[in-house]
């Protein structure tokens, strides 16, 4: 039973379109994120949300947005494709509220604009 | 604000040798401090964690760190190396400050040799 599952594991798709990645969570955990690692593997977290708080690292492309449907959710939205968006992107799922945890991963997504 | 510093973007030992792979953070209240491995094509599973409660934290596969607040480090070790320990290792830090928000270090790749 997948902790933090998202979808698909692999996206191919060309400049300009638009496209979404899934991720669920069923730990019961009250805070989402998406990270975003490149070619040199560094992590760079772009979302952190909760039912109270979105925090949106300032150096993310407003072409990119989060959506959450519930507490167990949250996608990612990205417009307009560019080539540098070619990346792994990775979901995670941590409970801040109560003293936090540490955050759980899913297996990536690994995007590929041509 | 609070960051984390990793040592070394390789590390190479032999099989049966100490591993060390470093880091150290930044922060100006009380941290948590994650170990986290990576291997290919995979998300990042926990190996180890300190949330201030005792400084030496064992952890899976043998890996043990500790927390030494007047060096700021959080090292990774593990007595002998195996092959199957070869991966991508993080380092990261979550604070009060930084609303809890996982932030990682660039990342060490351990390299075993038979």
């Known amino acids: 039973d997948t902790a933090v599952s998202q979808t698909p594991k692999y996206l191919v798709t060309q400049m300009g379109n638009d496209k979404s990645i899934k991720c669920e969570q069923n730990l019961g955990h009250d805070t989402m994120y998406w990270y975003k690692q490149d070619s040199k593997k560094f992590l760079k977290i772009m979302f952190s949300?909760?039912?109270?708080?979105?925090?949106i690292n300032e150096t993310v492309p407003n072409r990119f947005s989060p959506k959450s449907p519930d507490k167990a959710h949250l996608n990612l939205h990205i417009n307009s494709l560019e080539l540098g968006d070619s990346a792994v992107y990775f979901c995670?799922?941590?409970?801040?509220?109560?003293?936090?945890?540490?955050?759980?991963f899913g297996q990536g997504t690994r995007l590929t604009v041509v | 604000a609070q960051s984390v510093t990793q040592l070394g973007s390789h590390v190479s030992v032999s099989e049966g040798a100490l591993v060390l792979l470093r880091c150290n953070y930044s922060s100006s209240v009380p941290p948590y401090l994650f170990w986290y491995v990576q291997y290919p094509n995979q998300g990042l599973q926990l190996l180890l964690k300190?949330?201030?409660?005792?400084?030496l934290v064992k952890g899976i596969n043998g890996f043990e760190a500790e927390f030494k607040k007047s060096e700021t480090s959080f090292h990774l070790t593990k007595p002998s190396a195996h092959m199957s320990d070869a991966a991508e290792y993080f380092c990261?830090?979550?604070?009060?400050?930084?609303?809890?928000?996982?932030?990682f270090g660039r990342g060490t790749s351990l390299i075993v040799h038979p």
């Open positions: 990261a830090v979550s604070t009060s400050g930084g609303s809890y928000i996982p932030t």
């Open positions: 300190y949330t201030s409660a005792a400084t």
């Open positions: 995670a799922s941590s409970q801040v509220g109560g003293g936090p945890t540490e955050a759980f």
């Open positions: 949300y909760n039912n109270k708080e979105l925090i």
